[in-house]
């Protein structure tokens, strides 16, 4: 199984990713990467992926960072670099890989200083590896000194350094970083082709696969999430439940607790997964004496540690709740389709007298100021307006429509 299969549904940008690697092996084997990358090559020293939510971008410049570390003997017989099963590949998609640099916002932003390391990194040669390759999941949150060091990286790369930028869409990176990067735009895969890869890959039943791709309507991740996770299921379950419940104020104000506290508990228990085993090996790697007692000098990394995994905890809380607005929205989308006389591809067919009860009690540009009050929240919640107080604005304005 090649690394190109991570492309769901993305058969263009495969097609182009390939050639890249092909040209980029090309010039490694012959020891000419140290020249510059000649204009008619298809590869180039900065990539910028873009797509809606779910498309894979991030899953796209792995697996090209995997074919771009590729060391399979078979490339010498003309096969396709990623191969899927050498170290290289494997250590790529795993995230282990010496030469290859992921970074992603932990809190709201990406700071400098989360940047600093890896754009230093970014002017060296390979360990081991064939290429430097530096991936930044959340372009979009570099905030302006963060970027800026981008900037001035992608500018004037090393040799042999490529870096990958992946953001929703082009107009949420700088002018001048995007400029100077090779843009793919994947679109939202087909809810048949997603099903298809739960069944291929995760072995999920076709039945259930199929659901699952059609309730998050081609969301790779949510999918194999909701396929295979039956907590995911049931918060899923209770928010589609949310709208019948808004009958009254009271009503409203407790459906938005329980929706900000079962983001919470998502975000606690993946916390509790993660903030332990951190502390550890980081005190272990500081010399934590026996009995847990730290060196001396060594309290304020601790400190960044705790914070960092603070601003994790706030932005997973935030996460889980885009989730449920996600699901509020196609809740309501199907609505609409209802309305307007139509039942082909509901994503919820699963609460379809839900569905059924709420077209029939109100109108058409109810639902669409319903969207727009899910829409809103969403905003307000990019913009770090407190999540109740986000969410209970929402389940009113959803009420009064």
């Known amino acids: 199984m090649t690394v190109w299969d991570d492309l769901v549904g ?6 182009v990713l390939e050639g890249a690697a092909r040209d980029a092996d090309a010039l ?10 000649p204009e008619s090559s298809r590869m180039t020293h900065a990539w910028l992926f873009t797509g809606p939510p779910g498309a894979g971008r991030n899953q796209a410049a792995r697996a090209f960072a995997a074919a771009l570390q590729c060391v399979s003997p078979d490339r010498a017989l ?3 670099p990623g191969c899927g099963f050498c170290d290289g590949c494997h250590t790529a998609l795993l995230g282990t890989h010496a030469d290859v640099t992921s970074v992603a916002a932990v809190g709201a932003e990406i700071l400098v200083r989360d940047m600093r390391d890896t754009v230093r990194k970014s002017f060296t040669s390979p360990a081991n590896g064939r290429w430097q390759i530096i991936l930044v999941e959340d372009a979009e949150r570099l905030n302006e000194k963060s970027a800026n060091a981008v900037l001035k990286a992608v500018e004037e790369p090393a040799p042999r350094t490529v870096w990958l930028l992946c953001a929703p869409s082009i107009e949420d990176v700088l002018p001048t970083i995007r400029s100077r990067c090779r843009h793919l735009n994947l679109r939202t895969p087909p809810v048949d082709a997603v099903a298809d890869m739960l069944v291929r890959r995760d072995g999920i039943e076709p039945e259930v696969a199929a659901a699952a791709a ?3 309507q081609g969301h790779v991740d949510r999918a194999r999430r909701l396929a295979t996770d039956p907590a995911a299921r049931e918060r899923r379950a209770a928010v589609l439940k949310l709208p019948l419940r808004l009958s009254e104020v009271g009503a409203c104000l407790k459906a ?18 993660m903030d332990g085993k951190e502390s550890e090996e980081l005190k272990a790697a500081l010399g934590a004496v026996q009995g847990g007692r730290m060196p001396r000098g060594t309290a304020g990394v601790m400190k960044d540690l705790e914070d960092m995994q603070k601003r994790r905890r706030t932005r997973t809380q935030r996460d889980s709740l885009d989730v449920a ?25 699963d609460a379809e007298d839900a569905l059924d009860r709420i077209a029939r009690s109100s109108s058409p540009e109810s639902t669409l100021r319903r969207i727009e009050a899910i829409a809103a929240c969403r905003t307000a919640l990019d913009r770090n307006v407190a999540p109740l107080l986000a969410v209970e604005a929402m389940a009113m304005a959803l009420r009064a429509w």
Do not use: C
């Open 78 to 80: 003309g096969g396709m």
């Open 28 to 37: 490694v084997t012959a020891a000419s990467a140290a020249e510059p990358l």
């Open 214 to 216: 059609r309730a998050t």
């Open 256 to 273: 938005a607790q329980e929706l900000v506290d079962a983001a919470a508990e998502d975000a606690k228990q993946l916390a509790e997964e």
């Open 325 to 349: 607005l996600g699901d509020l929205t196609g809740f309501y989308r199907d609505v609409l389709a209802l309305q307007l006389g139509s039942r082909i591809a509901l994503a919820n067919t």
């Open 10 to 15: 993305q058969e263009k940008v495969g097609a």
